[in-house]
């Protein structure tokens, strides 16, 4: 649900992944991204994590259209990329209904990815060994 924040609309998504849980709000401005209060190439080191970072607003070509916020917790990095990137798919989305959502949807960014480790099992050392 869209909510004004000093004059401007901000859109809210949740993101998933792993046990990574990313909150991101969007709101238009210059393309700015804040992951924990940090700048997102302070915040990842790896080129390949801000990319992931980056796709949902590459494919719907609102790069320097919206300004993103995020708030990630658990995981490690590479959890915490994808689950800002389905935070941010399910924001556009929020955003536009029918525009972004086929290009969204088609490229797999609105779906959360249900793969989780598995547990330890009795008598080994890890899950399979």
């Known amino acids: 649900m869209p909510r004004t924040k000093k004059e401007q609309v901000v859109f809210n998504g949740t993101g998933r992944r792993k046990s990574s849980i990313a909150r991101v709000r969007i709101m238009s401005g210059k393309g700015d991204i804040t992951v924990n209060g940090k700048p997102l ?17 590459t494919v719907t070509n609102t790069l320097d259209k919206f300004d993103v916020i995020c708030t990630v917790k658990g995981g490690g990095f590479s959890g915490q990329a994808g689950a800002i990137r389905h935070g941010i798919a399910r924001a556009l989305n929020a955003a536009s209904k029918e525009e972004y959502r086929a290009v969204l949807k088609s490229n797999g960014f609105l779906t959360r990815d249900p793969r989780e480790k598995e547990r330890k099992k009795y008598g080994l050392k890890k899950a399979r060994k």
């Open 41 to 57: 190439d302070e915040y990842f080191g790896e080129e390949t994590l801000k990319v992931i970072v980056r796709q949902p607003l």
